[in-house]
Nanobody, 123 residues
């Protein structure tokens, strides 16, 4: 079995910064693309940023220039550095991996989600 565990959410003032982390647990052989999504109250879940296993990234227009996604493949961890936060960034942030392969049987898990971490931007 595999799990994604997020951390780093919290309350921050507008203009502030937060860094989210998401670590995959289990006997991991490989992880394909990983991403961060968010869901604000009354809104649909949306993609914030994604990164391939090779390091290619893409971002939602609303966060370009403010957020940076990165990953440490050795630690099976993905990060989201969020700068110049705005009240409209307030949401529950979810980590996603589109495919995880585990040892020793090379079992594949698709669309694995973390439990979410709340980010609140408010003065």
């Amino acid at each position: 079995q595999v799990q994604l565990v997020e951390s780093g959410g919290g309350l921050v003032q507008p203009g502030g910064s937060l860094r989210l982390s998401c670590a995959a647990s289990g006997s991991i052989f490989s992880i394909n693309a990983m991403g961060w999504y968010r869901q604000a109250p009354g809104k649909e879940r949306e993609l914030v940023a994604a990164i391939t296993s090779g390091g290619s990234t893409n971002y939602a227009d609303s966060v370009k220039g403010r957020f940076t996604i990165s990953r440490d493949n050795a630690k099976n961890t993905v990060y989201l550095q969020m700068n110049r936060l705005k009240p409209e960034d307030t949401a529950v942030y979810y980590c996603n991996a589109d495919r995880i392969v585990t040892e020793p049987l090379r079992q594949r898990y698709y669309e694995v989600w973390g439990q979410g971490t709340l980010v609140t931007v408010s003065s």
